[in-house]
C-alpha cells in the first residue's frame, strides 16, 4: 500500500524556521494537503493543493513541493505551533487525498 | 459557520457493529463542493482515513477498511453516519467526521482539504 514518509520529530527554537518534510513516489503528480493537530484537539487544514494556505492560517505557514517530497515552512516559529503536523495526498490510482502520513511533532524549546 | 458533531456509543463489543452520526449544523449537507468523511486516530497513534461521501450518496472507503465499513447519508436530518462492522481491539480510536472540499467537473475532480472537523469522539472495542 501507499505511504507517505514523514520524521518522526523536529525540533526548533522561537523565532526560527521548521521545515517538515513529507515523501512519497506519487507526490509529483498529486497535490498535498497539511494538518496540524494540537494535543486533544482534532487537526486543522493548514495548508491545501501543495502551497495553499487556507483563510485564517498565519502568513508564516507555507508549504513547496519538489519531486517526491513536499514540505511545510513555518517561518518564525512560535510556541503556540508546538503540534503534530500531518501531510495527506492520494496515491498513483486517483486523485482523492485519502492517504496520511505518520506525523511529525514540532517541538518548540 | 458549520459546525460538525459526532456522536454513538463509546462502548462497543468485539464482534459487533460500531455506529457513529455526524451531525451538521450551520449549513446543508446538500450544499454541492463538499464530501463528507470519518477519520480515525489510534490512541497515540496517527490519522487514518476510513472514507468519505457525497450527498448524493457515492461513497469512497479506504481499501484496508472497505470490507466493512459502510458510510450513508440522511439529508433530511443534515446528518451522515459510519458502520464498521466485525470489530476488534484494533478498532477502539477516536472517531472524526469531517467536511472536505471538493468537486468533479468535466471528468476531473478537484480537492481543496478537509477544512471543518468535528471533535472527535472515543469508540472503545473491549467486552
Known amino acids: 500500500s501507499y505511504e507517505l514518509t514523514q520524521p518522526p520529530s523536529v525540533s526548533v527554537s522561537p523565532g526560527q524556521t521548521a521545515r517538515i518534510t513529507c515523501s512519497g513516489d506519487?507526490?509529483?503528480?498529486?497535490?498535498a494537503y497539511w494538518y496540524q493537530q494540537k494535543p486533544g484537539q482534532a487537526p486543522v487544514l493548514v495548508i491545501y493543493?501543495?502551497?495553499e494556505r487556507p483563510s485564517g492560517i498565519p502568513e508564516r505557514f507555507s508549504g513547496s513541493s519538489s519531486g517526491t517530497t513536499v514540505t511545510l515552512t513555518i517561518s518564525g516559529v512560535q510556541a503556540e505551533d508546538e503540534a503534530d503536523y500531518y501531510c495527506?495526498?492520494?496515491?498513483?490510482?486517483?486523485?482523492?487525498?485519502?492517504?496520511f502520513g505518520g506525523g511529525t511533532k514540532l517541538t518548540v524549546l | 459557520q458549520v459546525q460538525l458533531q459526532e456522536s454513538g456509543p463509546g462502548l462497543v463489543k468485539p464482534s459487533q457493529t460500531l455506529s457513529l452520526t455526524c451531525t451538521v449544523s450551520?449549513?446543508?449537507?446538500?450544499?454541492?463542493?463538499?464530501?463528507w468523511s470519518w477519520i480515525r486516530q489510534h490512541p497515540g497513534k496517527g490519522l487514518e482515513w476510513i472514507g468519505y461521501?457525497?450527498?448524493?450518496?457515492?461513497?469512497y472507503y479506504n481499501p484496508s477498511l472497505k470490507s466493512r465499513v459502510t458510510i450513508s447519508v440522511d439529508t433530511s436530518k443534515n446528518q451522515f453516519s459510519l458502520k464498521l462492522s466485525s470489530v476488534t481491539a484494533a478498532d477502539t480510536a477516536v472517531y472524526y467526521c469531517?467536511?472536505?472540499?471538493?468537486?468533479?467537473?468535466?471528468?476531473?475532480?478537484?480537492?481543496?482539504?478537509?477544512?471543518?472537523w468535528g471533535q472527535g469522539t472515543t469508540v472503545t472495542v473491549s467486552s
Open positions: 469531517a467536511r472536505g472540499v471538493g468537486y468533479c467537473s468535466g471528468g476531473s475532480c478537484y480537492y481543496y482539504g478537509m477544512d471543518v
Open positions: 461521501i457525497y450527498y448524493s450518496g457515492s461513497t
Open positions: 506519487a507526490l509529483p503528480k498529486q497535490y
Open positions: 493543493k501543495d502551497s
Open positions: 495527506q495526498s492520494a496515491d498513483s490510482s486517483g486523485t482523492f487525498p485519502w492517504v
Open positions: 450551520g449549513g446543508s449537507i446538500s450544499s454541492g463542493g463538499y464530501y
